[in-house]
């Protein structure tokens, strides 16, 4: 009799497991010679060292299985041990599957460009509008990416541009006070991978979120990179992190140029990229619009009325030009110089 130790290093130990051990339940008797005994992250077995061999090879393609679907039930378990394919594998279109084992697939057809501009060039432009799936796409496609191993690494960033707040105000040290701000990339992290395994990585650095600012000096290789929320950057922090860009990289920047909160004086860096990069056949562009939106319907109507609002003003200026008018960065009147106007 000899004795192994299996680790469980890509699935979830819940998920592989089973609820009450259900899986492990199956997994005994499908092996009855063995004893087969789990704890933790590991499985350690004792018995004939033919029939540990069996059990190791259907433990592999059962932890394979967990990794890429977040799903285990005792039907998928019974088909994977037989060599039989399973429901999930035969789907088409999936990027990754949730925790609850929901696939994620393009749901617009932006979206599904999206999709097959990441597949073909190493950098892609994706702007729109709030809740059009570009950022939770994004960080889709990079979670795939790590989970194929083609990539080793995926680094999310944000400029840290408040929204109409003050980091500055917030508790905390730098951590506490940036944290909150990366949250929505996170949110969608947490979505697509387990929490104990989402924390390993980022211990280990295979998964990095930081601000725009910590990108200098950087050279990304083997990498997902994401820039959320590109639209508030400067030309200048934009041009720094697209030339980060190493060997075996591929590069996703997001943004919607109708949400700009730099101060008036400042060109959004995205808006900048878009002109300059626009001859570049290299660089894909996916332009989404409110129809792609796929949060609750009342926010494909606020979009419409803001665009609606904005056109007009546009209009207007267009029809009665005033001299030297004040603007923000989203071409707004400025508040603090509307007085000059008077």
Do not use: W
């Not at 492990?24 to 933790?40: E, T």
């Not at 979120?209 to 997902?224: E, K, S």
Request: aromatic share 4%.
């Amino acid at each position: 009799m000899i004795e192994r130790h299996l680790i469980l290093e890509d699935a979830d130990p819940q998920i592989f497991y089973g609820v009450g051990n259900t899986n492990m339940q199956m997994l005994k008797a499908l092996h009855p010679k063995l004893r087969i005994v789990a704890r933790g992250n590991v499985v350690k077995v004792m018995g004939d060292e033919e029939e540990i061999a069996a059990f190791e090879e259907h433990f592999n393609k059962l932890q394979i299985h967990c990794s890429q679907y977040n799903s285990l039930t005792d039907e998928e378990l019974l088909q994977i041990v037989k060599g039989e394919t399973t429901n999930r594998e035969g789907a088409k279109g999936v990027i990754v599957y949730t925790l609850q084992g929901k696939p994620i697939s393009p749901r617009s057809e932006n979206q599904t460009r999206l999709v097959e501009a990441f597949d073909k060039k190493d950098m892609v432009f994706a702007i729109g509008p709030a809740g059009s799936g570009k950022t939770y796409l994004s960080i889709a496609l990079a979670v795939r990416a790590l989970k194929r191993k083609s990539i080793r690494r995926i680094i999310l960033s944000r400029p840290a541009v408040e929204a109409g707040e003050k980091l500055g105000f917030l508790p905390g040290d730098m951590r506490d006070k940036i944290d909150p701000y990366l949250q929505p990339l996170y949110d969608a992290l947490e979505d697509m991978l387990p929490h104990q395994k989402l924390q390993e990585l980022m211990e280990q650095n295979v998964i990095q979120i930081a601000p725009l600012a910590f990108m200098r000096g950087r050279t990304l290789n083997d990498a997902v990179v994401i820039l959320d929320e590109a639209q508030n950057t400067t030309p200048a922090q934009i041009k720094m992190f697209l030339t980060r860009m190493g060997m075996n990289t591929k590069m996703i920047i997001t943004g919607d140029l109708t949400q700009i909160d730099l101060p008036h004086s400042l060109r959004s860096g995205l808006k900048d990229a878009i002109e300059v990069l626009a001859g570049i056949n290299d660089i894909g562009r996916v332009e989404f619009t409110a129809k792609d939106i796929v949060r609750h319907r009342l926010v494909t109507k606020i979009v419409d009325a803001y665009d609606r609002r904005d056109k007009t003003i546009k209009q207007e200026r267009e029809q009665h030009p005033l001299p030297d008018t004040p603007v923000d960065g989203n071409g707004y009147i400025s508040p603090h110089l509307s007085h000059q106007l008077a």
